[in-house]
């Protein structure tokens, strides 16, 4: 039986609602004999394409499926920390209250309603849909004083597809979204908003190419909760794209070891329609790079001990901070098996990094880091490591438990020299996709925000501290998710003449999803953040934020939801603001 027929056979038989989480996280699933993505722009290296266990979580049980799919892996964008011989990261069912996506945030045209593309009957799936949402807000300007009112339409055509057969594996999600307001019609714009994968294996277990882009859109100014009600203007946004194609040779030396060798040609763009940054000093910023790797890993007949070689090279072509910049990091990495579920980890390494603008960085010396990865269980994995990158010591903490077959908890911590474009450039290797679509860690499968819209948009160079915490439980008709998530993001470079200021913030959210029939699902979400932004207010903001929202589905295809949000920031001066926003929306799919 061929992998294409295998294929189809399996996922024939399992319940449509994870089949497109086996296409979707299959790009980047850890394989018995490879590794997920890691973060941090690291290099690792997968064993030759074979069989993987990769199954997605079922809505319906909250577990993960038995099946086991035939599927090819993609490049090699981890540590050898992430490396996981039959491990199953299991995902909770979260609530998704809403991801930032220009005015449409938060109501069902983006997030709600979603139903699982199914591959039941053959290897690819393609889903269009058409939303269409009204809403009405009093304070569209989120001004003090001197409030305006408007009404507006978001008209947004989507379409979903997924692919899985011997030589393609991907999926994708495209939604561009037409604004349309009634009284200010200045702020009309479409909002582009999509990502997707595609591996393809050109010869199989030789040479495959990997495909990953991604657009979106967030507030320039910052203070949006991820998933609140709130809504932005029009031009108070910036439209980002990221894409990066990589093509990549693997070849297998027995069960000693394996070899790759790869180049990764990156893009990204920020600020792409005119007029959007009016009223800021904000510049639009993008860059091109071009990136090479060459990796060694040890195989089976190390036993307990496994090794990896790397060598990453990653040269910019851009302005500001990217003028002339690079980075190169060469290192040797260990881990040892003390037990079956307890592993040390060892690197030792070197970086030679550089970036442009007003106060050039240049890093050069020794790498290091030691820690452990824990895997208490077949859907549980805890990664802590403590070291020297970027020129700084730092602790990294990417952890995902699973506490019984209802709680899922989730702990991250990382810093990094970064910027924003870059660091949406990175969540490309690191993300996968659950049943329903949603962005999760590719390690841990904690949720994902693939834009922070809390701290305002800036092109500078960052060193950046990020924490997240997040707890999740679930009853069959009800669905709780406590989360919160800290950043402190600290200037190292700017653009001349585009200056840049230190960044902090946290934020919290308690939300609460009641099924009260089949069709019929409420949730309700409590939201607080505060946030400091010296370069627009030198005291801090208190940021209340409170919504309800009914979602119903009318027919299998059409599903109606409405949603009423306020917020309420508590800052001196024309920052702080009160606003309210009704919303109202159809989906239907074909």
Same mark, same amino acid.
């Given at each position: ?10 996922v024939g038989?399992a319940d449509?609602?994870?089949a497109m989480?086996?296409?979707a996280?299959?790009l ?7 590794q997920?993505a890691g973060g941090g ?8 394409p074979a069989t993987?266990? +990769?199954p /997605?979580? @079922?809505p ?5 499926p038995s099946?086991?799919t $035939?599927? =090819?892996?993609?490049p090699a ?7 996981d011989?039959?491990?199953t ?5 979260p609530?998704?209250i809403?991801?930032?996506?220009g005015?449409g ?5 983006f997030d709600?309603g979603?139903?699982p593309?199914s591959?039941t009957?053959?290897?690819y ?7 269409v949402?009204v ?11 001197d409030?305006r009112?408007d009404?507006?339409?978001t008209?947004?055509?989507?379409? +979903?597809? /997924?692919v @899985?057969?011997s030589r393609?594996l991907?999926?994708l999600?495209y939604t $561009?979204? =037409?604004?349309?307001?009634g009284?200010?019609?200045s702020?009309?714009a ?5 990502g ?8 199989p277990?030789?040479f ?5 882009g991604?657009a979106?859109v967030q507030?320039?100014?910052g ?6 009600a709130?809504?932005?203007?029009g031009l108070?946004t910036t439209q980002?794209f990221?894409?990066?194609i ?6 297998r030396?027995?069960?000693?070891a394996?070899a ?7 893009y990204s763009?920020?600020?792409?329609a ?7 000093n904000?510049s ?12 060694l ?5 190390f036993?307990?001990?496994?090794l990896?070689?790397?060598?990453d090279g990653?040269?910019?072509i851009g ?5 002339g ?6 290192s040797?990495?260990?881990?040892y098996?003390i037990?079956?579920?307890v592993?040390v980890?060892?690197?030792i390494?070197?970086e ?8 050039a960085a240049?890093?050069e010396g020794a ?5 452990t990865?824990l895997t208490?269980?077949?859907?549980s994995?805890?990664v802590?490591r403590?070291g020297?990158?970027d020129?700084?010591n730092?602790v990294?903490?990417?952890a995902?438990?699973a506490?019984?077959?209802r709680?899922n908890?989730y702990?991250?911590y990382s810093?990094k020299l970064?910027?924003g ?10 993300i996968?996709f659950?049943a ?8 841990s499968?904690?949720p994902?925000?693939?834009v922070?819209?809390f701290l305002?948009?800036s ?6 501290r990020?924490g997240?915490a997040?707890?999740?439980y679930r009853?069959p008709?009800?669905?709780f998710?406590l ?5 402190d ?5 700017s ?8 960044q902090?913030g946290?934020?919290g ?11 019929t ?10 946030l400091s ?5 030198s ?8 919504s309800?929202t ?5 027919t299998?295809?059409l599903?109606a939801?409405a949603q009423?949000?306020?917020t309420r920031?508590t800052?001196e001066?024309p920052v702080?603001y009160?606003?309210?926003v009704?919303?109202?929306a159809?989906?239907?799919t074909?």
């Amino acid at each position: 039986m061929t992998n294409t027929q295998n294929t189809r056979r399996l996922v024939g038989k399992a319940d449509a609602a994870w089949a497109m989480g086996i296409a979707a996280a299959a790009l980047f699933a850890s394989p018995a004999t490879g590794q997920s993505a890691g973060g941090g722009g690291t290099v690792s290296t997968p064993a030759a394409p074979a069989t993987a266990t +990769a199954p /997605a979580a @079922s809505p319906e049980t909250g577990s993960a499926p038995s099946a086991t799919t $035939p599927t =090819l892996v993609s490049p090699a964008l981890g540590t050898l920390a992430d490396v996981d011989p039959g491990l199953t990261r299991r995902t909770a069912d979260p609530i998704r209250i809403g991801t930032y996506a220009g005015s449409g945030s938060g109501l069902g045209l983006f997030d709600f309603g979603q139903v699982p593309l199914s591959l039941t009957d053959r290897p690819y799936a393609i889903r269009p849909a058409i939303g269409v949402e009204v809403l009405g807000t009093n304070n569209l300007f989120q001004t003090r004083q001197d409030a305006r009112s408007d009404i507006v339409t978001t008209i947004a055509p989507s379409i +979903a597809a /997924a692919v @899985s057969t011997s030589r393609l594996l991907g999926s994708l999600t495209y939604t $561009p979204a =037409l604004r349309l307001y009634g009284t200010y019609s200045s702020q009309n714009a479409v909002d582009q908003i999509g990502g997707g994968q595609l591996l393809v294996a050109v010869v199989p277990d030789l040479f495959y190419v990997d495909i990953r882009g991604s657009a979106s859109v967030q507030p320039q100014s910052g203070g949006v909760i991820p998933g609140s009600a709130q809504l932005v203007e029009g031009l108070n946004t910036t439209q980002t794209f990221n894409a990066q194609i990589t093509p990549f040779l693997i070849h297998r030396f027995g069960t000693a070891a394996t070899a790759q060798l790869g180049y990764s040609y990156q893009y990204s763009q920020q600020d792409w329609a005119s007029g959007r940054n009016q009223g800021t000093n904000l510049s639009a910023q993008s860059y091109t790079a071009n990136r090479g790797f060459a990796i060694l890993r040890s195989g089976e007949d190390f036993g307990r001990l496994a090794l990896q070689g790397r060598i990453d090279g990653t040269s910019f072509i851009g302005g500001g901070v990217y003028d002339g910049a690079h980075r190169f990091v060469t290192s040797v990495e260990g881990r040892y098996a003390i037990l079956p579920s307890v592993a040390v980890l060892a690197e030792i390494g070197y970086e030679n990094i550089e970036y442009g603008g007003t106060n050039a960085a240049t890093i050069e010396g020794a790498t290091w880091s030691i820690g452990t990865r824990l895997t208490p269980g077949p859907d549980s994995i805890i990664v802590v490591r403590y070291g020297r990158h970027d020129g700084f010591n730092s602790v990294m903490l990417n952890a995902g438990v699973a506490l019984g077959a209802r709680t899922n908890v989730y702990a991250t911590y990382s810093e990094k020299l970064s910027t924003g474009l870059s660091e949406s450039q990175d969540l490309l290797e690191t993300i996968t996709f659950d049943a329903l679509g949603n962005p999760v860690d590719s390690r841990s499968g904690a949720p994902v925000i693939l834009v922070n819209p809390f701290l305002a948009v800036s092109s500078a160079l960052y060193r950046t501290r990020l924490g997240t915490a997040t707890l999740q439980y679930r009853w069959p008709r009800d669905s709780f998710t406590l989360s919160a998530t800290w950043q402190d993001s600290e200037p190292v470079s700017s653009a001349f003449g585009d200056p840049a200021s230190p960044q902090s913030g946290i934020y919290g959210t308690f939300g609460w999803a009641h099924e009260f029939s089949p069709r019929t699902t409420g949730i309700t979400t409590l939201q607080y953040g505060r946030l400091s932004q010296d370069q627009i207010s030198s005291t801090n903001q208190d940021i209340y934020a409170v919504s309800l929202t009914l979602l119903h589905r009318l027919t299998d295809n059409l599903t109606a939801s409405a949603q009423l949000g306020w917020t309420r920031n508590t800052a001196e001066g024309p920052v702080g603001y009160t606003q309210t926003v009704l919303r109202a929306a159809l989906r239907r799919t074909f």
